[in-house]
């Protein structure tokens, strides 16, 4: 005699592949972001925080009080870059390349799921650095930056890396 499924044992082989199922898509849906620099201006990261103490928000509007933070415009770089640093060939070359660069120097395409909420602004107030999610200068300029992912966020949210407790709702970050 066959044992008869019940929809107990269903739901718990549904349950379980749902759970595989997301555990390959955390895998695959969090790798590290695009960054493109489609003009090929040159830029480092450490010249511009360390060495001037610059910091995030002053290139990556939004970085502070945002949901998402952008990248810089032409614009925002002729901000500090309206006069020649030096005559220095590294400069000159600079110069050239910021003087025919588009307004939008340099692209950034998030990889996150669309669904995936990250408030920046929020995430800031409550004292976690750039560097927390996204590495140091140093690892960033050497194509290095650390992947995120959700257990990353998790193992914050419940208060695992030195930051108080935070909702684990799923609701919250996942629309």
Same mark, same amino acid.
């Given at each position: 005699?066959?044992?008869?499924?019940?929809?107990?044992?269903?739901?718990?082989?549904?349950?379980?592949?749902?759970?595989?199922?997301?555990?390959?898509?955390?895998?695959?849906?969090?790798?590290?972001?695009?960054?493109?620099?489609?003009?090929?201006?040159?830029?480092?990261?450490?010249?511009?925080?360390?060495?001037?103490?610059?910091?995030?928000?002053?290139?990556?509007? #939004?970085?502070?009080?945002? =949901?998402? @933070? +952008?990248?810089?415009? &032409?614009?925002?770089?002729? $901000? /500090?870059?309206?006069?020649?640093?030096?005559?220095?060939?590294?400069?000159?070359?600079?110069?050239?390349?910021?003087?025919?660069?588009?307004?939008?120097?340099?692209?950034?395409?998030?990889?996150?799921?669309?669904?995936?909420?990250?408030?920046?602004?929020?995430?800031?107030?409550?004292?976690?650095?750039?560097?927390?999610?996204? #590495?140091?200068?140093?690892? =960033?300029? @050497? +194509?290095?930056?650390? &992947?995120?992912?959700?257990? $990353? /966020?998790?193992?914050?949210?419940?208060?695992?890396?030195?930051?108080?407790?935070?909702?684990?709702?799923?609701?919250?970050?996942?629309?």
């Amino acid at each position: 005699m066959q044992k008869r499924k019940t929809p107990f044992t269903i739901l718990w082989i549904i349950l379980a592949l749902c759970g595989g199922g997301l555990v390959v898509w955390d895998l695959t849906a969090f790798p590290d972001y695009i960054y493109e620099n489609p003009s090929n201006l040159p830029f480092d990261h450490e010249k511009h925080g360390e060495s001037l103490g610059l910091d995030c928000s002053k290139c990556h509007p #939004g970085a502070e009080s945002g =949901i998402r @933070a +952008g990248m810089p415009s &032409k614009m925002d770089c002729m $901000d /500090c870059h309206n006069l020649p640093l030096s005559d220095s060939p590294e400069n000159e070359a600079f110069e050239k390349a910021l003087s025919d660069a588009k307004e939008m120097p340099f692209t950034f395409t998030s990889l996150l799921p669309a669904n995936v909420v990250f408030p920046h602004g929020l995430h800031v107030k409550s004292g976690v650095s750039c560097e927390t999610c996204h #590495g140091s200068a140093k690892e =960033i300029d @050497a +194509g290095r930056r650390p &992947k995120v992912r959700m257990q $990353d /966020c998790l193992a914050c949210h419940q208060g695992k890396r030195g930051f108080p407790p935070a909702s684990t709702d799923c609701a919250r970050c996942h629309r």
